[in-house]
């Protein structure tokens, strides 16, 4: 019973983790890297525009470089809104040239520096970072990771008291065995030692039956997603926890049975000998 | 071995339970304490046995006064003593062989050597075919016999009874007597309470209580008989 309820407990927040770490791995996987808009000034010559190209050609940061005269923009534009000049009345092209770029780093303070560094260069009215999704998606996980934690830190607490008070209970059954142990001599160690030894039990037992809840969720999704492949298109597969994430589990259930048992049972004990 | 330096007990919220109590216990003595209900005798050999502590007064045990005792080092100054309750105190949810052996797991003694110690005890008390049953299907006298067993099983310096034939029959008491005589006879110190001196074939100390005090004519020296 202890087992299930320490168990069922501690999945919640480790399946939400095996979660995030998930999404957390394919967003690593999907294209990470940032992009940048530059616009140009209206009135910039042919010369400036290759100089800011031969520019960016040369800054080890920039992966992928395309440049697109204002007129092909317009003319996108125009197609894309179904729209002629006609239409809305607009003449003379609104749109700047620009060069747009894919940086090789995702590092704020690289981007900041670049962003700089391009603004100084004449010809160069504006510049846009493009919010990269994948940053914010990492913003998510790291937020929803955040939350996971207290989730995590409150059950644990909830755990705590529930391990504390099976044990203090137990403490009062064996009232009796306790006191006369006391009375010929036992030391308060030896006394603690069944109650701990239970603790630790109960969070073995617990830690197993998490680990073992993840491990046939991962298995049991893995598997239906193999089922619904052709309708989904391509396979999703989750990937389980590391063999050190496991043993984590396993170590901190067994730390929390080992330390509320301590706790209860050295509090129960000394409330037992004072009343008695 | 034990000296007692006017010691006075009193519980809490009640009147005192003993007063100006001085008294010397010799190693390898007989001590009876004697007196009615209520005189302190309990309260007397609780303090001995370092059950209880002592409102006033100092109480020598071997070169360590009691009072001083630090709470971790309390453990290791009872295992010396071999201590029978007026209740039994046994446990009713272990068999007579796993109520014995209790001190000796306490003292981390070896299973095999604890078993073989255990059924030596059994046997002096005459219990040996009951290892396997629970005390509370024993008699008064046979409970009163697993108390003992218990108390012998580790060894201790001192044996310290609290009112062991108290409502056993004759036949039964002088039985339990003489068990703690033959104790006393190997060289380990006897301290029994009891409402009336019993006859004894062997030479000892008297400690009369009543309400709290010794009656003996001479406070500090008890009388030797
Ligand atoms: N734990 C206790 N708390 C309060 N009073 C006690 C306690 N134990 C004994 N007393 C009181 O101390 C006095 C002596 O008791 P006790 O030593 O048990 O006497 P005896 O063993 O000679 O019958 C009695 O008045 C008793 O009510
Ligand atoms: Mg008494």
Known sequence: MMFIIIGITLCLPSAGYLIVE???????????????SIFLKK?????????IDSALRSS???????????????????????????DIGISENPLPDGFFITLNTLSNTKIKKLTEDLKL????????VDGSW???L???????KIGLFSLGTLLVIVLIVIISNTIRLQTLTYQNEILVSKLIG?????????????????GLGGGIITVGTLKSIVFTFNNMAEKYEYILGNSITLVGLSAVNYTIIVLLAMTIGLFSSFFAARQSIKKLEKSY | MIKFDRVFKKYPGEMDALQDISLEILSGELVFVTGPSGAGKSTLLKLISAVEKPTNGSIIFENTNLSELRNKDMPFLRRKFGMIFQDHKLLYDRNCFENVVLPLEINDINPADSARRVRAALNKVGLLNKEKMNPITLSGGEQQRLAIARAIVSRPLILIADEPTGNLDKSYADEIMNIFYSFQQVGVTVIISCHELPQSPIKFKQIHLIKGQISNSDKHVPLLS
């Open chain 1, 22 to 36: 998930n999404v957390r791995q394919i967003s690593t996987k999907i294209q990470h890297e940032a992009e940048i």
């Open chain 1, 43 to 51: 009135d910039i010559s042919q010369d400036q525009i290759d100089f």
């Open chain 1, 60 to 86: 080890s940061e920039i992966k992928k470089i395309h440049f697109e005269p204002k007129l092909t923009a317009w003319e996108k534009l125009q197609s894309k809104l179904k729209l002629s000049t006609l």
């Open chain 1, 121 to 128: 260069i004449s010809g160069v009215d504006n510049i846009v």
């Open chain 1, 134 to 136: 994948i940053k914010k």
């Open chain 1, 138 to 144: 990492r913003a998510i996980i790291y937020m929803v």
């Open chain 1, 186 to 202: 036992a030391t308060n160690s030896f006394i603690h030692r069944p109650f701990i030894y239970t603790g630790l039990i109960y």
